[in-house]
């Protein structure tokens, strides 16, 4: 982590899905080629986020398959699951519904007043910035790492609707602490900058992505941006 921008904007970028706690099941002990699902052996503490965030999303999911009626328990849930609910919250929404759904989500894991406190305790310093980004290693790459959405689902509206901007709108308006993604789709990275306030999303580059042809089944080869960008 360094300071590039600025005094407050501390860089962090991690790779595709896994790094301090999930542990890479693929016998090279390396991911899997860009384009291909990598195995992990997912920890406690990543099965208890990725069940308690999906069970809250799976509320705003449309229709299940037939073979998916019953309610899943919190342990039912991985990441296969997590991602297939996220398809769900998509279909039938726009981006801005998209990203409210996974603000709501993000609220009602929290106690009341939650945010508040946060902003109190972490104002926007170099120092917050700095605690934040260490934090958000080891407990929160299994929720904010867009590249893993495209690894799993392939689908670049995903990664920016369900991830990018709802978790840089959380930090920056809920809890006060300015926070921009740049998620790289050719290397499956994914660079956050605490400290930073990230563009507006007619100015982010991010939005002008088109589809990933190669590896997403529901891509549009001949839109120049991904359909799910676009109002």
């Known amino acids: 982590m360094a300071a590039i921008a600025s005094l407050q904007a501390i860089h962090l970028k991690s790779g595709r899905r896994g790094s301090i706690r999930c542990g890479i099941a693929e016998p090279s002990g390396e991911p899997a080629p860009v384009g291909q699902k990598t195995r992990y052996n997912d920890g406690l503490a990543e099965r208890v986020f990725m069940g308690l965030f999906a069970r809250k999303m799976d509320k705003f999911g449309g229709s299940k398959k037939k073979n998916e009626i019953k309610e899943k328990g919190l342990w039912d849930y991985d990441y296969e699951s997590f991602v297939e609910v996220s398809k769900r919250v998509m279909q039938g929404r726009n981006r801005s519904q ?18 508040e ?23 929160f790459h299994w ?3 867009p590249s893993q959405v495209i690894e799993n689902s392939g689908c ?3 990664c920016v609707n ?21 998620p790289n789709f050719d290397d499956m990275s994914c660079e956050m900058i605490y ?4 563009p ?30 676009q109002a």
Do not use: H, Y
């Not at 759904?101 to 929290?110: A, C, D, G, K």
């Not at 580059?205 to 991904?226: F, G, M, R, Y």
């Open 162 to 182: 369900m991830c990018k901007i709802p978790t840089q709108d959380f930090f920056t308006n809920e809890f006060g602490l300015p926070l921009t993604m740049n």
């Open 117 to 139: 406190q946060f902003r109190k305790l972490f104002p926007p310093t170099k120092w917050a910035a700095e605690f934040n980004a260490a934090l958000t290693v080891p407990f």
């Open 200 to 229: 507006s999303f007619e100015d982010d580059p991010a939005t002008k992505q088109p589809c990933l042809a190669d590896i997403c089944s529901i891509a549009n080869p001949s839109s120049p941006i991904c359909p799910k960008l």
């Open 98 to 115: 998209q990203q409210e759904v996974v603000r709501e989500v993000l609220l009602s894991m929290l106690p009341p007043g939650a945010p």
């Open 156 to 158: 670049v509206g995903m």
């Open 195 to 198: 400290g930073q306030v990230p």
């Open 143 to 145: 929720l904010v790492g």
